[in-house]
């Protein structure tokens, strides 16, 4: 069936540096791919998303790139600060009314100061 | 604080009980969605409501279940619970199904004992 990982299960970088969060889908009928951060104790925060018809998306200090290809999806935070620090999601899900959102495991970027 | 919230933050309870998960949508959101959050399962959607009804169901158990009233606000019935229905329950809202951004309360921790 389909699913959504995350290759690695951790991510340490320093405070400053830029950190790149990959993330592998195998549904290449999905139009939409999201990320979501998690910090301890609270719920999911949307970050960013990028529709399937498109390769790259900016918001602030984020990246997401998608390569259709290898079906592969990424998050890059510019600038790395201590409050990124959290479990980072990535999630895909089609256009339909009643179409529901599918995550990745999850993987936890630790920013060492 | 993104508008959705829920009650109780925690709740703890016995083998073969019945509890009653509360969820209020942000203001102006029609989509509601629950899901369930453990160590070993990550994120699973559970069920989706619009404007009262049933949308889509996901990996619901049949003890449980869920219900959206005129209001909106919805509530997630687990019942017979088991040691393995330990875990976070997050409830999601949206302006309405599909690629809508889902906005995530702070959950609510069942742990069965």
């Known amino acids: 069936g389909e699913s959504v990982g995350l290759h690695l299960p951790t991510l340490s970088v320093q405070e400053g540096d830029n950190s790149i969060i990959n993330c592998a889908y195998s549904?290449?009928?999905?139009?939409?791919f999201i990320w979501y951060k998690q910090e301890s104790g609270k719920g999911p925060q949307f970050i960013i998303d990028i529709r399937s018809n498109m390769d790259k998306r900016q918001g602030q200090r984020v990246t997401v790139l998608l390569n259709k290809t290898v079906k592969h999806l990424s998050l890059q935070i510019a600038a790395t600060q201590p409050g990124d620090s959290a479990v980072y999601f990535c999630a895909e899900i089609k256009a339909g009314a009643n179409s529901k959102l599918t995550f990745g495991k999850g993987i936890t970027l630790s920013v060492r100061p | 604080d993104s508008g959705v919230t829920q009650t109780p933050k925690h709740l703890i309870t016995a083998t073969g009980q019945r509890v009653t998960l509360r969820c209020s949508p942000r203001s102006g959101d029609l989509s509601v969605y629950w899901y369930q959050q453990s160590l070993d399962q990550g994120l699973q959607f559970l069920i989706h409501?619009?404007?009262?009804?049933?949308?889509a169901k996901g990996n619901i158990l049949e003890r449980f279940s869920a219900q959206q009233f005129p209001d909106l606000h919805s509530e997630l019935n687990l019942s017979s619970l088991e040691l393995g229905d330990s875990a976070l329950y997050f409830c999601a809202s949206s302006v309405a199904g599909g690629r809508h951004t889902q906005y995530f309360g702070p959950g609510t921790r069942l742990t069965v004992l």
């Open positions: 549904n290449s009928a999905s139009d939409y």
């Open positions: 409501y619009y404007n009262g009804e049933e949308r």
